[in-house]
């Protein structure tokens, strides 16, 4: 069975602050843009490899705003490599970005909460993924 490809896709007031999050901190790649396609610009994100990418969308004179709420659209990456967590980690803060409390003081116990330029949050997760 192929496994399908999750995109997550949400707007932004600022793609070149959004870029040098998800790029130069947490070391995703710009998979594809595009410009003034139908009054949007845009970028994906993501690995080659990832069956999954994000999206991020500007229409040029729209503003949207921040994330509503400091758990909204919570982004969670498993890394259950104490090495390879490590490494993203350290990436962020090289990059300039401080952790900060999560919402949910659960991802604290074994994780880092990051927050990007629009206010919304990613973890990175000291742990492998189990149901």
Request: net charge negative.
């Amino acid at each position: 069975m192929q496994v399908p490809t999750l995109r997550i896709a949400r707007p932004t007031d600022d793609l070149a602050a959004l870029l040098r999050f998800y790029c130069h901190g947490l070391g995703l790649q710009q998979l594809a843009s595009f410009a003034n396609h139908n009054g949007f610009d845009g970028v994906m994100l993501g690995s080659p490899q990832a069956p999954y990418h994000l999206e991020f969308t500007h229409r040029p004179g729209h503003r949207v705003g921040r994330a509503p709420t400091a758990d909204h659209h919570l982004l969670v990456f498993y890394l259950p490599n104490l090495i390879e967590w490590q490494t993203a980690v350290d990436r962020m803060q090289a990059a300039g970005y401080a952790p900060v409390p999560s919402y949910n003081p659960y991802w604290d116990q074994h994780g880092r909460t990051f927050e990007d330029p629009d206010g919304y949050r990613v973890v990175l997760q000291m742990a492998a993924w189990t149901l």
